[in-house]
């Protein structure tokens, strides 16, 4: 199954809602990869030897791994992480998560600084471009078991809105702005 992806509406209900707008406008990975946000499908069942995974990691340099469990039981000051994970923020680096088991929502925002809800799902692998505005939340489901990867040691660290003058930022927006041929008004 292809991943799901969809414009928000304006509700501030339960965070781990779709929030579907009404009526629904789904988002196409076209849109997506406009945005700087790739995506492949890959089989979660058998990560360690994914020869599409080890592709992957290979042609973009990524040499740093680790798993990351996150539910309730296994994460001390879930609640606290959660919230933190749902501030709006960017990283200087792309952030790159694939999805082994259960399920969760990225939220990014567009060109009209619009946020879009992509809900991944186990086998979804997703880069988020440094300098995107994004949050991450939990569906439902409340347990998703996350792959890591990072170029070089991993640095956590996030930059809450508002970035514009963080070069991550910049570079983003510049890179939205070439492709677009146009000037892009910063958000």
Not at 105 to 126: C, S
Not at 170 to 181: A, C, N, Q, S
């Amino acid at each position: 199954m292809a991943l799901e992806a969809w414009f928000m509406d304006e509700s501030n209900e339960d965070q781990q809602l779709p929030h579907h707008r009404n009526p629904k406008q789904l988002v196409s990975l076209d849109y997506l990869a406009d945005l700087g946000v790739l995506y492949w499908r890959l089989n979660p069942n058998d990560y360690e030897n994914d020869e599409e995974l080890r592709k992957i990691r290979e042609a973009r340099g990524y040499n740093y791994m680790d798993l990351l469990d996150l539910c309730p039981e296994k994460v001390a000051n879930y609640e606290e992480k959660v919230k933190n994970f749902y501030t709006e923020h960017i990283h200087a680096d792309e952030e790159i998560r694939y999805c082994l088991e259960g399920s969760g929502y990225f939220d990014v925002r567009d060109k009209e600084d619009q946020w879009i809800r992509i809900w991944i799902k186990a086998g979804d692998l997703i880069i988020l471009p440094a300098g995107i505005y994004h949050r991450f939340t939990l569906d439902t489901n409340n347990y998703v078991k996350l792959m890591r990867l990072f170029v070089g040691e991993p640095v956590w660290t996030a930059y809450n809105r508002p970035q514009e003058n963080h070069p991550a930022r910049k570079e983003y927006i510049k890179g939205l702005t070439w492709k677009l041929g146009v000037p892009l008004e910063a958000h």
